[in-house]
């Protein structure tokens, strides 16, 4: 059983960063698929942004192209979302996801994902 914890959010001002970070206790941290998904009160859960096992390839949705950033440290177990510009409309919980299976990846669809965290709330303030 995989555990993912997530920390960083909080409540910020419309314009500012917040970075947050999940800790892994997958043994094969290295070579799972990560994401970063969302969902706003009476809305579905949605992709923010995910990176494949290695850290050479990331995706984002078009609403934080340019504005959020998705790292990995496979060193210590951890996956990050850099979020800057934040917007009100940012204001969700958000979840890390960890893909441990091989084969075709659908980054986008939430089903593809094996173990999630808790989330930890973002609020913007306009």
């Known amino acids: 059983q995989v555990q993912l914890v997530e920390s960083g959010g909080g409540l910020v001002q419309a314009g500012g960063s917040l970075r947050l970070s999940c800790v892994s206790s997958?043994?094969?941290?290295?070579?799972?698929?990560m994401a970063w998904f969302r969902q706003a009160p009476g809305k579905e859960r949605e992709i923010v942004a995910a990176i494949n096992w290695s850290g050479g390839r990331t995706f984002y949705a078009d609403s934080g192209k340019g504005r959020f950033a998705i790292s990995k440290d496979i060193a210590i177990r951890t996956v990050y979302l850099q979020m800057n510009s934040l917007k009100p409309e940012d204001t969700a919980v958000y979840f890390c996801a960890a893909r441990t299976t091989v084969g075709t990846w659908d980054y986008t669809d939430p089903g593809q994902y094996d173990y999630w965290g808790q989330g930890t709330q973002v609020t913007v303030s306009s």
């Open positions: 997958s043994p094969t941290f290295g070579g799972n698929d």
